[in-house]
């Protein structure tokens, strides 16, 4: 016997709203024990500063631990990969640098794929990349130091964290586009890059603005341009390269919550509209800040989008600049 449209319409309905309840369910009661939250980088670096300072937060409002563990073996990837093999539960989730969208290309071997294995939860925080010299060069603009470098070929170099990183590939980015005879000399991290410029044996160094705020702000640096969109609130008087008459140089160093592919949505939606809600505190705000970070706190949907055009873009750069996998 057949169901007047209605009826059928009405039932099936009811069919779906049942069988969406033990997601609901699941979500509601989401989390009922302690959960792991994974940072592939050392402690007391930016990365765990926000790693733990999120966890804290989710901690206080939903009365389970969210327990920070750092992995920074591997240049990350042990601890990513760790969370890509991981249950599906919401209950190991991972925050990540920008490593997670430079890696695959660089890296002819990783134990997890970004797209694949994880389902994006948001940009917990970002900062721009930043063009620096030491005060003793003759180029106090972004338009000065083009006209130094294409005057002097051969002469300049840049430092940056180390080969891969985001410092390096934004430096690349800029030497690429304006066809700049530029020396790219990598160190093993933003520490000693930085300790080169000041001292003048790298006159140019390219890097994420946390780790060179405090030598910017000393004078011990001289910041040309910042990488994003809008000038940093923390150094105002710095410009853009857009501004700078550079365009198309955006590039962000991220902070960011994944969690491994499977998650059901709701759990994912519950952690975005929480993390979104605490970066956006006012001490919260204000912490990321002395830092250098910029809370963002995007849907899961953008972030995604997001992650696919930075591989693609960095994916790019990597190639173009020649820059040779790691084994």
Not at 46 to 52: A, Q, Y
Not at 198 to 225: C, D, F, N, V, Y
Request: net charge positive; aromatic share 6%.
């Amino acid at each position: 016997m057949k169901l007047p449209r209605r009826e059928f319409l009405r039932c099936a309905a009811g069919a779906a709203a049942l069988t969406s309840l033990p997601h609901m369910a699941r979500a509601q009661g989401y989390p009922s024990r302690s959960v792991r939250l994974i940072v592939p980088a050392a402690a007391g670096g930016p990365s765990d500063l926000i790693g733990r300072l999120i966890g804290q937060k989710l901690s206080e409002a939903w009365g389970q631990q969210f327990i920070v563990e750092n992995i920074p073996t591997g240049a990350g990837n042990v601890g990513v990969g760790m969370v890509a093999k991981a249950p599906p539960d919401g209950y190991t989730i991972l925050t990540p640098t920008s490593a997670v969208v430079v890696n695959p290309s660089l890296y002819a071997k990783l134990p997890y794929d970004t797209i694949r294995d994880f389902a994006a939860v948001t940009l917990a925080a970002a900062s721009p990349h930043v063009l620096t010299v030491n005060p003793a060069v003759p180029a106090k603009t972004v338009q000065e130091l083009i006209t130094l470098v294409r005057a002097n070929p051969g002469k300049y170099s840049y430092a940056s964290p180390g080969t891969g990183t985001t410092g390096q590939l934004a430096g690349e980015l800029f030497r690429i586009s304006l066809g700049l005879d530029l020396t790219h000399v990598p160190f093993n991290g933003a520490a000693p890059a930085i300790t080169s410029t000041i001292g003048g044996h790298t006159p140019i160094m390219w890097g994420a603005l946390p780790g060179a705020a405090p030598s910017i702000k000393e004078g011990q640096l001289r910041a040309l341009a910042v990488t994003s969109g809008t000038r940093d609130p923390a150094f105002p008087s710095v410009p853009t390269l857009t501004e700078s008459g550079v365009p198309d140089q955006e590039s962000e160093f991220i902070q960011a919550v994944f969690v491994p592919a499977g998650t059901p949505k709701e759990i994912i939606d519950k952690l975005y509209r929480e993390i979104a809600r605490i970066v956006m505190l006012p001490e919260v705000k204000e912490r990321l800040a002395t830092i250098g970070y910029t809370a963002v706190g995007n849907t899961p949907e953008e972030f995604s989008a997001q992650v696919k055009r930075d591989i693609a873009r960095w994916a790019k750069v990597i190639r173009e600049a020649g820059i040779i996998q790691i084994q």
